[in-house]
């Protein structure tokens, strides 16, 4: 058991729910985003409507540029939500990739000490037991030749 790669290994488990909380608030954000866009819409809709009804010209003018300006700002906020995705939340999702991979190398590597570990114990046994045969003066071909006379 490597203390080094504990370490990384709770390292990297704290970073990956880090990143996945943040990934949560930007998904959240981005849903804002477009709830956002969508008020703008219905206002700027809301405000063209009442510039056409409006029967006098000084304040239906107004009323026309400030919904103009709503569609302009829903746009905005559409694209905006979209960017996030695009840049924050595909770059964490990659990281949260990234970081599965880099804890399934630690986990392959954990295995293969293991498996070597046990290797080296089986090692050790046999030459201890060889070694035991062999101050015993009996090998195994003396131990074939003994079945054979018998």
Request: hydrophobic share 40%.
């Amino acid at each position: 058991h490597d203390d080094w790669f504990h370490d990384r290994r709770i390292y990297l488990d704290a970073l990956e729910n880090q990143l996945k909380a943040l990934l949560k608030a930007i998904d959240m954000v981005v849903g804002q985003r477009k709830s956002l866009a969508e008020a703008a819409g219905d206002f700027a809709t809301s405000l063209g409507n009442l510039a056409q009804v409006e029967l006098s010209p000084d304040f239906s003018g107004p009323l026309q540029g400030l919904s103009e300006v709503q569609i302009r700002i829903r746009e905005l906020y559409e694209r905006q939500a979209q960017q996030d995705v695009l840049t924050l939340g595909i770059t964490i999702d990659e990281y949260i990739r990234l970081i599965g991979s880099v804890k399934q190398a630690f986990t392959q590597r954990q295995k293969a000490f293991h498996t070597w570990h046990a290797a080296e114990s089986e090692l050790q046994k046999r030459r201890s037991s060889q070694e035991k045969l062999l101050r015993q003066g009996k090998t195994q071909q003396d131990k074939l030749n003994k079945l054979v006379r018998v």
